[in-house]
């Protein structure tokens, strides 16, 4: 088997960075520039503060850290800053819409970028999906705590942990649509909202501050107590089957045994990137907005946990009624049930916002897979909206179902294990580009690498430890399903495998070169000295007038300038201006020079430009001024 053989059957070809970032692809297959820096800050609070931050402090002080959790949102902070340091640097070197999936591919290759996007779009889909079950049942709470009648037709499909429910339906639907026609509205709407919940979290703050009491943080690390049971993840049964020991909550242990769920909150910051190619200047802008748009979110989160935690206390937390959202809950205990109204709607809007970035980036991840013939081209295709709706509808309209057939909510922790997948990937794909391709331009570099990525990749993997075993075992059948619809689909559809089966052109074989003049001889049409005078050879069109005094060879003004009739280059810059009987070919005195309509002389450089302009290749300029020069 040769190695152009080799080179088709392998699953292991890389995306060339040049490709990955869209120049090659066709104007139908690019997306619209629409977000600024500011922009993407708001697309990734958008999608980081949804109603885990009125609930997740007091479910981890009060099962898992006790007031110490502050330390965890700590360690969990660190160890996504760390891998938004990795996607920050490739999104730099590859701003394009596949995120993780197009680092993937260019840095290992198709079959490891397959596994990459399979697990985003498991990630995506399902998280679509919960958010929508969770966004039904705040919603209702909301609509009870505000007095608002629900019809006793719409009482067992609205707010439902599974089975049919009509708000989750009615949220999917109308964001699949609003995305689908392009609307401008989407991102409108988006501000206004993430603006909305982060008053609402101000109030909360500064509200629970009023109530804060510093005894209800001691003792700070509380005694460690053996877990319950049902809760054993993967860390648990590696450690049981090495010790024999049992697993722990509270303690030491305790705070790091809560930053798996905290991490879970802070998730979103990569969504970011899969806005890179509808982003003026992505590889400087893109970094920006990750790093800013997770620092905010992390200050933001501990304050909440400090409010919460200092308001209610370790123990407080067991008193509190199971049937609201936990905050909410917590204000309706110190008195303040003014602000537990305040946060149903928070609560509601932060969702409505997560539901929509998180829609937007699964259409993205299926639009530039398919692009690359990993899934069916038509997905690519852009609608006269200007945007992928055929993989919008289709990834939408797979939420929507799965939310209203799957018990989703059972499933959460897929979408932790498929995002931390996708970390280990692009923290590795930093390494192995430095290594493979160190001549590319990085606007970003990830610090004290290599250092950090190694501890990148081994604090993401000890996260995915400490996930149930479960989880692991739902995960390997979804990458398994995943591997045989690449080996019998996308292996065969690669755009990487159509452009290596095609055959190379068949290049012009170049005409054997004259020999060499003797030395000292003149080149052919000179007239040597003392040769026939001026007039006395017939002119002949198509090469050069030698009627011209017998003297030392001076090179004719266009000799060896491409382009020109006597240079053996037939493109180049100059060759639509000087092809023979060419749109912008100009007759010429017997002197060479360039003449015009009523004999005026063309400035050479001026008139090059012009051609090299009206070709389309150059940038729009005024008419030269007087003299023929061109100033841009």
Excluded at 16 to 40: C, F, I, K, N
């Amino acid at each position: 088997m040769t190695w152009d053989m080799r080179m088709r059957n392998d699953m292991f070809r890389r995306l060339p960075v040049e490709r990955a970032t869209g120049r090659l692809y066709g104007g139908r297959h690019r997306l619209r520039v629409v977000y600024r820096t500011r922009d993407l800050v708001v697309l990734g609070l958008g999608v980081m503060i949804g109603s885990g931050i009125f609930k997740i402090a007091g479910e981890q002080a009060g099962s898992t850290a006790g007031p110490g959790v502050l330390i965890s949102f700590l360690i969990a902070g660190g160890v996504c800053v760390l891998a938004a340091l990795a996607f920050a640097e490739l999104s730099s070197i590859i701003p394009v819409a596949g995120s993780a999936y197009s680092f993937s591919y260019v840095a290992f290759g198709e079959v490891w970028a397959w596994v990459v996007g399979w697990a985003l779009i498991m990630e995506l889909l399902l998280a679509a999906s919960v958010l929508a079950r969770v966004w039904s049942l705040y919603f209702t709470q909301a609509l009870h705590d505000f007095g608002v009648p629900v019809p006793g037709g719409l009482g067992d499909v609205i707010g439902q942990v599974k089975g049919p429910d009509v708000l989750a339906l009615g949220i999917l639907l109308l964001v699949v649509l609003m995305l689908a026609t392009g609307s401008r509205l989407s991102l409108k709407s988006l501000w206004f909202m993430v603006m909305a919940k982060v008053i609402v979290i101000g109030l909360v703050i500064a509200t629970g501050l009023k109530f804060f009491d510093a005894g209800n943080l001691t003792p700070f690390v509380p005694p460690a107590r053996p877990a319950p049971e049902g809760d054993r993840t993967v860390l648990d049964a590696l450690l049981g089957a090495l010790g024999g020991g049992t697993p722990h909550v509270f303690g030491v242990w305790g705070l790091f045994a809560a930053a798996p769920a905290i991490a879970f909150a802070y998730i979103g910051f990569d969504l970011i990137a899969t806005a890179s190619e509808e982003t003026d200047d992505a590889p400087r802008k893109v970094p920006r907005g990750i790093l800013t748009a997770l620092l905010s979110a992390i200050v933001l989160y501990a304050a909440v946990a400090i409010a919460l935690v200092g308001m209610v206390g370790m123990d407080g937390f067991a008193g509190l009624d199971p049937d609201k959202l936990l905050l909410a809950a917590a204000f309706d205990g110190v008195g303040a049930s003014a602000m537990s109204k305040i946060v149903d709607g928070g609560a509601v809007l932060a969702l409505t916002t997560v539901i929509l970035v998180v829609v937007i980036s699964l259409t993205r991840v299926v639009f530039s897979m398919a692009r690359d013939g990993l899934l069916p081209r038509p997905l690519a295709a852009m609608s006269r909206y200007k945007v992928p709706s055929r993989a919008t509808l289709l990834a939408g309209g797979a939420a929507l179902v799965m939310s209203q057939a799957v018990d989703v909510l059972t499933l959460e922790q897929l979408v932790v294990i498929g995002t931390l997948f996708a970390f280990l990937f692009v923290a590795a794909a930093v390494l192995a580009l430095r290594h493979s391709r160190p001549d590319l331009h990085r606007p970003f570099r990830m610090p004290a690498a290599p250092l950090l990525v190694i501890v990148t990749i081994f604090a993401v993997g000890w996260l995915m430890l400490n996930l149930k075993v479960q989880t692991w075992a739902y995960f390997a059948i979804w990458m398994g399903i995943g591997l045989v619809l690449y080996l019998c689909y996308g292996r065969r559809n690669s755009e990487m495998k159509l452009l290596l089966d095609v055959p190379p052109p068949d290049r012009p074989v170049a005409a054997a070169m004259a020999a060499a003049p003797p030395p000292g001889a003149l080149p052919p049409g000179v007239v040597p000295a003392g040769g026939p005078g001026l007039g006395e050879l017939p002119y002949q069109p198509g090469t050069r007038d030698v009627r011209q005094p017998a003297g030392p060879y001076e090179p004719w003004p266009g000799d060896r300038r491409p382009g020109l009739p006597e240079s053996p280059y037939p493109t180049g810059r100059y060759s639509a201006g000087r092809r023979p009987g060419g749109r912008f070919a100009q007759d010429r005195d017997d002197h060479g020079r360039a003449y015009g309509p009523g004999g005026q002389a063309y400035d050479e450089q001026a008139y090059d430009e012009q051609a090299y302009d009206e070709q389309g290749h150059g940038e729009e300029h005024e008419e030269p001024p007087p003299g023929g020069r061109h100033h841009r």
